[in-house]
């Protein structure tokens, strides 16, 4: 599987200030990228998600069993349900061993770093929407009134199918690069949502972190196809 891994580090303010770049990695069958942004902007308060904190074994395993029977349920072409959960599961055996307060998933991140996925679908592997300079997870979050003081997007591809093992596959990666590390295990992040979007033989991941959360009506912005 080959995989292709680079970062972006963001502490927002509006301007970056750290980009690194790392280059390709050979591993097997099938091709994955990872990428990930941080950023901080605004004074805010307020938590309200709740989500998987437990990474033990059992868990874990149950949430993949889940994974791998809804993907034999619904074919190549459907992300599995239980994704973002077992994501969410391994990004806090990471945390638990570093002695990390867990995250909890949040079902509006969850929603966001969905449309982030298939925003990626059109647009490949970026952090940054065609004629935009802002972060597009930054904005999104925005548009939903989500208030926060720092927020980190870590984004992938991987080839197939199969897709079952795609978050694992991510999850590693993103853990050998100091930058997305320092989003998994970020001291600031308390929330996290994961998406996925399947297109072309390509699964495109995006895992959105927040220090804090504020639901408010959804407002994403309408998927359209890619032009073929």
Known sequence: MIHDPYFLLRRASRTPLVMAVLILCLVGFGLG????????TGVVFGVASTGPMI???????DIANRVRRSMEQHGPLTPPAGLASLGVALFNRERAAARLP???ESAL???IATTRAQQMVID???HTRPGSHD????QLLRQNGIAFTWDGENIYWQGGPPFDDAVNSAEAWWMTSAEHRANILGANFRQVGIGTSIDDGRMYIAAV???SAIAATLTLPRHRERER
């Open 33 to 40: 990228e990872p990428e990930a942004n941080a950023s901080a």
């Open 55 to 61: 990474s033990s074994p059992s868990v874990l395993r």
């Open 102 to 104: 867990p995250l909890t």
């Open 109 to 111: 991140l969850d929603q």
């Open 124 to 126: 490949g592997l970026t």
């Open 135 to 138: 972060f597009a997870a930054t």
């Open 209 to 211: 972190f927040t220090d």
